[in-house]
């Protein structure tokens, strides 16, 4: 019988073990593990006490088991100077026990009566042993990455009131070691993914600038470049309902909307704010603003998938837009629908020479043009949302 039971905690160590690794969010992974516990070896509640390094406090992060013995999730918070604490900080366990990582409540109850026993080290002990009673933990489990304490798990009685076995408590042990492997893990895609997310709050806010610098040269159409990624955004929101569009490109459209007008920096501001309509040579050199935006965002890497965006949003459908007169889907999608948010907002802002018309003109605008002009899904996507 005690060969079959070792066989089962084997196989559902590799289990755990599978499963762990695939998990890159440290709260999820620690939910996992509470769970699995609780169902599988059969105790009544359990809970883990997760580093918080910024603070080096240990929190209950996430506990399970039945309502009224498990302890609420974030209620505990635990220094570096508590005593449970400092008894795995300070290796007591293995000084004491040896390399086990398992620590038992009437193991540690036991080792008070040993005559070798310091006065430090049994105060010590009494200490920690008055913090599993608050707890009702009858085993603490220690999870160590090298010499770092990165938790400990608490666990309560087991449902059928029995002592823990040899083999639980060796399973504890060798669950700990892969708990701090996959939790390190976790910890380390976790940041990553943070300083990521800083960089690139850090690049939106930039081009949010950048394209604030450039809406502040034309004095006729400020506000436009922020109107037009929002139109672009709402556009693109209804595209991905429909599976049109991924997370992926929807972050080129952002930055592509806030970057469509970026090579007007280098457009004579006369021309810009000229109130007057345009002559065709005129037109032509503001034409070379897209040209002009590619050629200043192309050195940067990470703006890429946003350089079609700026360079083809004056194309048209039917082939007759520029710089490349591109036609139907020769247009990458993220140009499209820029193409649809730029002359929405144009036809609804007023300009010198001539009046804003409504926004029911200028979708039945939209709609007139459909197919020519305009991508007919974009248009209908526009329409749903404008």
Request: proline residues 2%; glycine residues 8%; hydrophobic residues 40%.
């Amino acid at each position: 019988m005690k060969s079959e039971r070792t066989l089962n905690y084997k196989k559902e160590l590799e289990t755990a073990a599978k499963s762990m690794i695939l998990i890159h969010e440290p709260r999820v992974l620690i939910k996992v593990i509470v769970r699995m516990i609780v169902q599988r070896v059969g105790v009544r509640h359990t809970g883990i006490l997760l580093h918080d390094k910024e603070k080096d406090t240990y929190v209950l992060t996430v506990s399970g088991g039945k309502r009224g013995l498990k302890v609420p999730a974030g209620f505990v918070r635990m220094d570096a100077d508590n005593a449970l604490i400092r008894f795995f900080r300070e290796r007591y366990d293995k000084k004491l026990f040896g390399q086990t990582a398992a620590l038992e409540f009437l193991e540690l109850k036991k080792k008070l009566k040993d005559k070798r026993l310091s006065k430090e080290a049994a105060g010590l002990i009494k200490k920690v042993l008055y913090q599993m009673e608050i707890f009702e933990a009858e085993v603490c489990v220690s999870s160590f990455f090298r010499d770092e304490l990165l938790g400990i798990l608490l666990l309560g009685a087991k449902q059928d009131n029995g002592r823990f076995k040899q083999d639980e408590l060796d399973f504890f042990g060798a669950l700990a070691s892969d708990v701090a492997m996959a939790l390190r893990n976790a910890q380390l895609f976790k940041e990553l993914e943070d300083e990521l997310e800083k960089r690139r709050s850090l690049f939106i806010h930039t081009t949010v600038a950048l394209a604030a610098a450039i809406d502040a040269k034309d004095h006729y159409t400020h506000g436009h470049i922020s109107r037009v990624t929002n139109y672009s955004m709402a556009i693109g929101g209804k595209l991905k309902e429909r599976k049109k569009l991924d997370d992926n490109l929807m972050e080129n459209l952002h930055i592509a909307g806030l970057l469509h007008d970026i090579g007007k920096i280098g457009t004579p501001e006369k021309l810009l704010n000229k109130t007057s309509e345009l002559t065709i040579g005129e037109r032509k050199i503001i034409q070379e603003h897209v040209l002009a935006g590619v050629t200043i965002l192309q050195s940067i890497k990470e703006l890429e998938g946003a350089l079609g965006g700026v360079k083809y949003h004056h194309e048209r459908y039917d082939g007759k837009g520029y710089p490349e007169g591109l036609k139907g889907k020769e247009i990458p999608l993220v140009a499209s629908i820029i193409a649809v948010a730029d002359t929405f907002d144009a036809m609804t802002t007023d300009r010198p020479y001539r009046k804003a018309r409504t926004k029911e003109q200028a979708r039945a605008e939209l709609k007139h043009c459909s197919g020519t002009q305009f991508h007919p899904e974009v248009v209908s996507a526009a329409l749903e949302v404008l």
